[in-house]
């Protein structure tokens, strides 16, 4: 089997074990660290002008969420239905998970959004894997549906999401930013994952083909007019029970 250092898929090569798309993320933050290639600025004149002058410290933690990406897990101090859970304790298989046409088919109405039948295709996954799901969808973006996917897990019995991918806003085409979001959350949490990034336990469910931009072995792409079926179900269970050496 491929690993994910050695693999060539579609676009993307991989360079010293890491993705290209990483690379060129490491190196998007590291240029806006580089003294050289910020603005000259008269310093003495920004430290007399009022405007410039101060800088509360939420500001300053605004600025550094903007200039640094990163896929820190949001975490709360007491159980809360629009927290993430906890990361484990022991490295684990993880679950990239989608939900438009993933949890429900392209053309379900509003009230058979995140169905059953998907979820407990999911469920399956979840527990023949012992896996922990992190959200890579839009549904993250915002509380409100972040909590309906949190609740609709739950229904089936399934754990919360131990977080979800960093939202990068890159100049990039929508459906490679979400293969560089996750692979930026691979990068900063890959003691979480079992076997770790290189030929470890993790896949990727979403209808978008991302095989184009990561390695195929880890991920299985869902028929928007089905969502994930018991097959697709099968497969996700086959590559997180199989692990490269």
Known sequence: SSHLGSSHVGSSSFKGGVPEVVV???????????PNKMPKWDLDDLEEDEEFAHISAEQQEHLTRLVTPTA??????APAPDCWDAAPSDPTAVVFLDVDWVLHAIDAKE???LATPQLEQLRRVVEACGARIVLSSTWQLTAGSSRKVIDALAS?????PIGATPDLALDCEENSCRAQEILTW???NADIVDGGVDGGRWVVIDDIPLDRWLPSEHTVITDSHYGLTSKLADEAIS???HRSH
């Open 24 to 34: 060129r993320t490491h190196r998007w933050r590291q240029a806006l660290h580089r």
């Open 72 to 77: 820190e897990l949001q975490r709360c101090d």
């Open 111 to 113: 009230e058979a959004l």
């Open 156 to 160: 089936v019995s399934i754990p919360p």
């Open 186 to 188: 691979l990068e900063y």
């Open 239 to 241: 590559v997180l029970n």
